[in-house]
């Protein structure tokens, strides 16, 4: 079992690809989009996955619409933002809008695995969470 | 740096004559259109009222001398008819009347002499012996006996002596006799002489053919066809007054003023210089253009001087807007710069990372089994390593440039500024390197908070590192960087060891525009906005420097008021 569904998107297609070898190679189970509409639409076939790791400049729709759009659509994926430009505002509006966490490129990786994992979990007590309050309001349903 | 002095020059110098002139000639025209024409009038009404002024005195004359000459000749008449043929032969009688006349009449009736018909002087009273003298020949004689009275000219007569007689005709005992008595030439002369007015005015009078009956002042000679028109002009006239002006014998313009006497026999001709008559006006005028000419001059000077005054206000308004202008050029650029340097550093850091990202992939990849045994995979693993540091090193170089370059915000709030200082030391840590230059940093831990904007300290900052290590490219050096407080202030230097700066740039270091690096080079403002910017906040920069030891930028800045003042000992 992978570690976690991890969905990739940023609109370098090399750094896409090492990226996703290198951390398939950690057991994470990746899909790759090139941009953020080709993300939301792998998020509406892939229900599965639980993160989205975000690059903020790209063109056409940008890193911080894409969020709002996954937010809105898909408001349990979790999502760890990718800047390569080193605005802490948009690191911080990003957080504002409800992504997990941001990063600045190039990253190192081992730290961008700890907080996928800690993303992942988060997203699951989440379901958990969920499953429990309908299970519990079922069983408490008056036959 | 001055500015081109030749086209500005030339320009300044139209400029300046252009004003000049236009302020002349505003001002001087309607000057000399005042001027102009109020003489010009006045002297048109006053020479007018000289000219009638003139004609009513020689009037009033006469009128006084055709009056004595009536005179006379009534009391003659009166005295013909007063006594008898008898009394009159008697010359004792007529001594006797001779004085009591004189003694009346001031000595004006010189002789009297009783005259027959054929001109023979029966009886005479006087001082001339003429008793019994025979004036048959005489010219007065032979017009006296055709009418009841006669006047003469002056003549000199069997006396010898300039006179004029006259003489009354009376019908006694049927024979014509004439009663003639002499009028005292001196005491007639005297009449006329005494018309004078003015420094040269003179009076005399002629008879129909130009012939002097009085003595006439020295000088005060015209030819003769002055005379003659002036005789033609007079019997032209109503009240037999006239007036010529004109050049006499010596060239001098005269006003010669006449009046028929003794009805047209005589010509009472006045003369004056006509300097002389004109004088009040001529004064006037005078003084008239002296003013004027004094205050053309004083316009002239003023309109020079006030033009060049002026033209040397605009010319510096000018070259500060010029300065203004490259400032504003200036930040423009350094606005572009800070915009293109973002566009940079994020394209840079996307390659970066993706280098990093397929290092980290080899790495990934050299830990699998079958390198496990590969001899230089130390090797390897110490390459990637090294293509990761780098990687990061780049990171911060673009963070580094990218958080320098965003807009500047000018806006103040209490920093410290030495972690402004160490940010920028950091930006320059690369360059100095590379110049040989060692950046030493002694800053003072507890340094108070100043009240500045972070970018524009910065920049102040940067600049003064900047120059320093410009300074120091050549041998390289030391940059000594500190912080300390005094009193209620912030200082902090930044001092080099480098060739120095020369005394006498000491003064303009901080003048826009003023820059020893070569053209392209410097712009001479970097200094200028430190200056302004140190100023702005409230602080003082200053430079100290000794050639061949170094150079010393110190800055002032005042602590921020939310930083409690210093208390003497401990709390």
Redesign the interface.
């Known amino acids: 079992m992978p570690i976690a569904q991890v969905l990739l998107v940023d609109d370098e297609v090399p750094f896409v690809e090492t990226m996703t070898k290198r951390l398939s190679k950690r057991d994470l189970q990746v899909v790759a989009a090139f941009s953020g509409k080709e993300s939301l639409e792998k998020l509406q076939e892939i229900p599965e996955i639980e993160v989205v790791i975000l690059d903020v400049k790209m063109p056409e729709m940008d890193g911080i619409e894409a969020l709002r759009e996954i937010k809105r659509n898909f408001p349990l994926t979790e999502v760890i933002m990718l800047t390569g430009h080193a605005t802490v505002e948009t690191g911080i509006e990003g957080m504002k809008l409800g992504a997990f966490d941001y990063l600045m490129k190039p990253c190192d990786i081992e730290n961008l695995l700890a907080k996928v994992k800690a993303a992942a979990a988060k997203k699951r007590s989440h379901d958990e969470k969920i499953i429990a309050a309908r299970l519990k309001e079922i069983t408490s349903r008056r036959p | 740096m001055k500015q081109p002095d030749t086209p500005n020059h030339s320009y300044y110098r139209s400029l300046t004559r252009k004003m000049i002139l236009i302020v002349i000639i505003v001002s001087l025209t309607p000057f000399i259109l005042v001027t102009g024409i109020i003489l010009e009038q006045f002297q048109s009404s006053y020479q007018e009222k000289v000219r009638h002024h003139l004609k009513e005195l020689i009037l009033k004359h006469q009128q006084n001398i055709d009056g004595f000459l009536n005179e006379r000749l009534s009391d003659l008449r009166f005295f013909s008819k007063s006594f008898s043929l008898e009394e009159l032969r008697s010359e004792t009688f007529l001594q006797e009347k001779l004085i009591g006349l004189k003694r009346e009449y001031n000595a004006v009736y010189e002789d009297i002499g009783l005259i027959n018909v054929d001109g023979f002087q029966v009886t005479y009273a006087g001082p001339f012996g003429l008793a019994s003298a025979l004036y048959s020949q005489a010219d007065w004689f032979k017009k006296a006996i055709t009418k009841e009275f006669y006047i003469s000219d002056v003549f000199l007569g069997l006396r010898g002596i300039p006179h004029f007689i006259i003489a009354v005709k009376q019908d006694r005992q049927g024979d014509d006799w004439i009663l003639r008595t002499t009028i005292d030439f001196k005491a007639f002369n005297s009449l006329v002489e005494s018309i004078r007015i003015g420094k040269t005015g003179s009076a005399f009078i002629l008879n129909k053919a130009g012939e002097f009956q009085t003595t006439p002042q020295a000088g005060a000679v015209a030819d003769k066809e002055t005379y003659m028109l002036l005789l033609d002009k007079i019997a032209k006239t109503k009240d037999g007054i006239d007036m010529i002006e004109k050049a006499d014998e010596a060239g001098r313009e005269s006003i010669f003023v006449a009046a028929s006497l003794k009805h047209g026999d005589w010509l009472l001709v006045y003369r004056q210089d006509a300097a002389d008559a004109y004088a009040d006006f001529n004064r006037t005028r005078k003084i008239a253009l002296t003013i004027f000419l004094l205050g053309a001059l004083a316009i002239i000077t003023m309109a020079l001087l006030v033009s060049k005054r002026m033209v040397r206000r605009i010319a510096k308004a000018d070259r500060e807007k010029e300065m203004m202008n490259q400032q504003v050029i200036e930040t423009g650029k350094l606005a572009s710069i800070g915009e293109l340097a ?1 566009g940079i ?2 394209e840079i ?2 390659p ?7 290092a ?2 080899i790495q ?1 990849l050299l830990s699998e089994e079958e390198f496990a045994q590969s001899e230089n995979l130390e090797e390897f693993n110490r390459a990637l390593k090294q293509i990761n540091t780098q ?2 090193r780049c ?1 911060e170089i ?2 580094k440039l ?2 320098f370059a965003r807009k500047t915000d000018p806006r103040v709030h209490a920093v410290q500024i030495n972690s402004l200082i160490e940010e920028v030391v950091g930006i320059s840590d690369q360059r100095a390197k590379f110049s040989n230059v060692s950046i030493k940093t002694d800053l003072d831990p507890d340094l108070p908070l100043t009240e500045v904007s972070p970018t524009e300290f910065q920049q102040v900052f940067l600049n003064l590192i900047n120059n320093a290590l410009d300074a120091m490219e050549k041998k390289g050096g030391t940059l000594t960087i500190n912080s300390r407080r005094e009193d209620d202030h912030v200082v902090f230097s930044v001092s080099d060891n480098g060739p120095g700066i020369p005394k006498e740039y000491l003064a303009r270091i901080f003048d826009p525009f003023f820059t020893t690096k070569p053209v392209g080079k410097g712009t001479g403002l970097g200094l200028s906005i430190c200056f302004g910017i140190v100023k702005k906040i409230g602080g003082e920069i200053d430079v100290r420097s000794v050639l061949d030891e170094g150079t010393t930028f110190e800055v002032k800045l005042p602590i921020s008021k939310s930083v409690p003042a210093k208390s003497a000992g401990t709390d």
Do not use: P, Q, R
């Not at chain 2, 970066?352 to 397929?358: D, P, Q």
């Open positions: 973002a550093a994020h850091n996307n970066v990372a993706i280098m990093v990202e397929e980290g992939w990934d990687g990061k990171k673009t963070h990218l958080s």
